[in-house]
């Protein structure tokens, strides 16, 4: 079993899968106690046109992803902040217009032939050494950040009036949440894809919600979680020659059942 191990793409997708549940953990909280669900689905599906102008114009995919992707964050952060009455409206226009053009760009794109599957529903064992570079530059700004401004963050997800009266800017803390959630699901799309990540963003943060008693607790046992479901996702996925994404999701999925289950006896 341990021999698969001393294949560099295995080793790759082991460390990229950890980082990525890490990440998904500590943003995956802020994104369910902000009740922000919704608009990380619409940055999720939108970074399709990300993924599609990165195709077109012959730019590494990361790039184009993590630009359109933040630029969608910034934009739905202004329609919330601003219009939160037509809120939903705008995020399925920008949700899809944003597939629209990725899909359009791909199209548009001569000679291209890629299995976009990849980027739908994830393909940990293609990870690169610089694809775990950019996750681990990640990885280190969303420590930083939740070290410097933990209890402004925290005023912010739980009671964003008493945050405000307190003198906290509550809309560059809302946008910073945002933006980070947007390279969140750039870097999960090399682990289980556009179309599951949400469940990724959600799932173990549920789990760690009904365990934890703080924050900071939510964060550390959902990115444990998730990077549980991720390991043994990858076992499954090398193990049967399946998806990895849908493997991991799946796990999760699962485990999320039996949680309940036991919740619901106990």
């Known amino acids: 079993m341990l021999e698969v191990f001393s294949y560099e793409f295995i080793q790759n997708a082991v460390i990229a899968g950890i980082l990525v549940s890490l990440i998904s953990g500590i943003i995956g909280s802020l994104i369910v106690v902000n009740r922000m669900v919704f608009l990380a689905g619409g940055i999720a599906h939108a970074a399709y046109g990300g993924i599609g102008i990165a195709i077109f114009a012959g730019i590494p995919i990361f790039l184009g992803t993590t630009v359109f992707a933040v630029f969608a964050a910034l934009i739905m952060a202004f329609v919330t902040i601003r ?22 760009l791909v199209d548009l794109t001569p000679g291209y032939n890629v299995d976009l599957m990849s980027y739908l ?56 949440i945002l933006i980070l959630s947007a390279l969140t699901v750039v870097i999960a799309i090399k682990v289980v894809g556009l179309i599951l990540v949400i469940a990724l963003l959600t799932i173990p943060i549920y789990i760690a919600q009904n365990l934890s008693s703080s924050l900071y607790s939510m964060m550390l046992i959902s990115g444990f979680t998730a990077s549980l479901f991720t390991i043994m996702g990858l076992w499954l996925s090398y193990n049967f020659d399946l998806t990895s994404g849908a493997c991991i999701i799946l796990v999760s999925a699962l485990s999320l059942m039996l949680f309940m289950i036991v919740q619901k006896i106990k």
């Open 83 to 104: 219009e939160r009455e037509n809120i939903d409206t705008f995020i399925g226009l920008i949700w899809a217009v944003g597939m629209a053009i990725g899909i359009i």
């Open 121 to 176: 529903f994830g393909s940990i064992l293609a990870v690169t050494r610089e694809d775990i570079y950019f996750m681990s530059a990640l990885f280190v700004v969303i420590i930083f950040v939740m070290t410097f401004w933990y209890r402004d963050i925290l005023a912010v997800s739980y009671d964003s009036e008493y945050a405000a009266l307190s003198g906290i800017n509550v809309k560059f803390f809302y946008t910073l």
